[in-house]
């Protein structure tokens, strides 16, 4: 449509590049097309819809990886040290185990040891008895010589007094009732002699002994 002056109406008409353009009248303004603007502005608004949503969910993704992921290596964690206290405790029961049996061994070698101490005692004092008679004999023998007992000195047998016992280790002193036989045994298997005694001290290894009862 054309005014008077033979100029078209002001609007919006199409340009050779097919772009919209609007008329005044009687020059073309450099002004952006309404609908243009709008279909502009609703794909730049689409785009940056899709955009944002886009980058949520990439984010949501992350967040849920990486949240996926602290929870296994937690997880993983968590059995690690399950794992790893187990180990330690059955570890920690095989040494208990194996240090008491060591030990049990180590205190049964130290009952055997004392054990065979105190056998070899019980037999040194009783070697230390035979000893003692072998010097009372020899006292006797002396002392029939000499006219205080009659002869012939056969043996001299030593016990311990009433109460004492040479089993009994924590005993230090032992006094004994030692009888010198002079005389075979009678029909009754009765044989004469003499008391004599001893007093032995276990600490020292030193006896005494003498004539008469203790």
């Given at each position: 449509?054309?005014?008077k002056?033979?100029?078209?109406?002001?609007?919006w008409?199409?340009?050779?590049?097919?772009?919209?353009r609007?008329?005044?009248g009687?020059?073309w303004?450099?002004i952006p097309?309404?609908?243009s603007?709008?279909?502009g502005?609703?794909?730049?608004?689409?785009?940056?819809?899709?955009?944002?949503?886009?980058s949520?969910?990439i984010?949501?993704?992350i967040?849920?990886?990486?949240?996926f992921?602290?929870?296994?290596?937690?997880a993983?964690?968590?059995?690690?040290?399950?794992?790893e206290?187990?180990?330690?405790?059955a570890?920690a029961e095989?040494?208990?185990?194996?240090?008491a049996?060591?030990?049990?061994e180590?205190?049964r070698e130290?009952?055997?040891r004392?054990?065979?101490?105190q056998?070899?005692e019980?037999?040194?004092?009783?070697?230390?008895?035979?000893?003692?008679?072998?010097?009372?004999v020899?006292m006797a023998e002396?002392?029939?010589?000499?006219?205080?007992?009659?002869?012939?000195?056969?043996?001299a047998?030593?016990s311990?007094v009433?109460?004492?016992?040479?089993?009994?280790?924590?005993e230090?002193?032992?006094?004994?009732?030692?009888?010198?036989?002079?005389?075979?045994?009678d029909?009754?298997?009765s044989?004469?002699g003499?008391?004599?005694?001893?007093?032995?001290?276990w600490?020292?290894?030193q006896y005494?002994y003498?004539?008469?009862?203790?």
């Amino acid at each position: 449509m054309e005014n008077k002056n033979g100029l078209a109406e002001p609007g919006w008409y199409p340009g050779p590049d097919g772009v919209q353009r609007y008329w005044d009248g009687t020059t073309w303004l450099s002004i952006p097309a309404p609908e243009s603007g709008r279909q502009g502005n609703s794909r730049r608004v689409r785009a940056w819809l899709v955009a944002g949503i886009a980058s949520a969910v990439i984010v949501g993704l992350i967040i849920v990886g990486l949240m996926f992921k602290a929870d296994r290596d937690r997880a993983l964690a968590e059995e690690s040290a399950r794992a790893e206290e187990a180990a330690s405790i059955a570890a920690a029961e095989e040494a208990a185990s194996i240090e008491a049996a060591e030990e049990a061994e180590r205190v049964r070698e130290e009952e055997e040891r004392a054990e065979r101490r105190q056998e070899q005692e019980r037999d040194a004092r009783r070697d230390s008895v035979d000893e003692i008679e072998a010097s009372i004999v020899t006292m006797a023998e002396e002392h029939a010589a000499s006219g205080l007992i009659d002869g012939p000195i056969l043996e001299a047998i030593c016990s311990p007094v009433a109460g004492g016992s040479l089993d009994d280790l924590a005993e230090q002193t032992t006094v004994f009732d030692c009888f010198v036989i002079t005389t075979e045994p009678d029909e009754n298997g009765s044989q004469s002699g003499y008391n004599y005694n001893a007093t032995m001290n276990w600490t020292t290894s030193q006896y005494t002994y003498g004539f008469g009862s203790p």
